[in-house]
């Protein structure tokens, strides 16, 4: 219990970064943590104290193994999970370096103030 | 067990905390840097070497681009934080979240005693079914294969978004990431400014 | 010896010369018996375009063994999604989408699950490719607007 209540308080640090900094930068910082939060928090559902990783090895038992594995559902779903962040932060660093090359500068309320 | 698990949950929280209040930006980056490693060591002790392996090298990447990105614009955090409204909406959002985490807490089981049903199937019929030793493996590639194909679509999507983006940044209408630099400027489509 | 300013020191060269065909194995080796162990195409991949990475800094972008690869990267990425739709779309042959069509073999080897093999394999590529290219793209903006321009192109 207490590993979600961290888990949780670790996605409010990233949606606080991403909603209240100033800088472009400071905020991909703030949105890679939420996804680090998020992906923890699902594959810590799937635990189960005790257990292996749900990989059958030689010589295993199947029906021990089935009894004595965390769910495998949650860790797939993260896997793919993973690697789409991974795609989404390079596009946004690409937005980023394109700010920074039109406005000169990371700071969004500078931004506003040079729109136009 | 559990204390281990909540050590390494108590150093992301800080760790995410001092990458967030550092002024200097190379620094936060290649702090956050730390914090995924660290989470890469717990979605080991979570039962998840796969996702741990994925987690450590995509890491490696992440913080390799980001420093990149953090020479190149060289800007740093100025002091003062975004606006009253901005830090208003961001501690009203963390509140609104604690809310929500509440009442999910109510309905999820105990930490370490999921009751998810799929999950014994899976493990059961898994190595009949496909034939691969590595369930997750088998849930990604064959039960959940759908899955998968829109995933590796998105990726398609998004670093084709970025080779778009970066090609406007060039702004000398190079066909693709290996072009060369010192070719002279064409004109693409309008949108580039009359040479002399 | 430094064409263009950028790329490490000749001793992070050398050792990455040595090193980068083992990177580029244990990618290999990592995505082709994910179904048996810890892996598979995505970390596979991730590995792989790691290693073209660290190429691509230490020799610099234009040099190296990055030079080859990064000017047909976004092909590549293509060919990668297609062979993964060309394997899944095979199953046609044998009744619907996605199924496993290809005999299965018996034992912990790579023959226990050839489809899932294939498919390992096209998402290395995939991945490996399309983050490679994610990475080039934005070192190459550096080198972009270092270089002395004609003219200003852009906005």
Known sequence: ?116 | MDTILVGFAVFLLLGSAAALAMRNLLSAVITVGLVGMGLSILFLLLGAPDIAITQVVVEVIVVTVMIRVTTRTADEERGRPRSLVAVVAGVGAVLVLVGAALAAFASLPAFGASRAVPADWYLAHAEPATGATNVVTAILLDFRGYDTLGEVTVILAAIAGALVIARHIAGDGTRDAGGEPDRAPQTRNGEEAPHA | MREDGDGLSVIVQVVTRWILVLIVVYGLAVASFGHLTPGGGFAGGVVIACGFVLATLAFGGRSGPARAFHRRVAQLEAAGALAFLGVAALGWTLGHFMQAWMPRGSGLTLASAPFLVLLNLAILLKVGAGLFAGFMVLVLFDRLTDAPREGEGGA
């Open chain 1, 1 to 116: 219990m207490t590993l979600y209540a961290l888990t949780f308080a670790l996605l409010g640090v990233g949606l606080y970064g991403l909603l209240a900094k100033r800088n472009m930068l400071k905020k991909v910082v703030g949105l890679v943590i939420v996804e680090y939060a998020v992906n923890l928090l699902l594959v810590a559902i799937g635990y189960r104290t005790g257990r292996g990783a749900p990989i059958l090895l030689p010589g295993d038992d199947p029906a021990l193994f089935a009894a004595g594995s965390v769910d495998p559902l949650p860790q797939a779903l993260v896997l793919t999970s993973i690697v789409i962040g991974l795609g989404a932060t390079m596009l946004l660093l690409a937005m980023v370096l394109r700010l920074h090359q039109r406005y000169g500068t990371l700071d969004v309320d500078r931004m506003d103030r040079l729109r136009g």
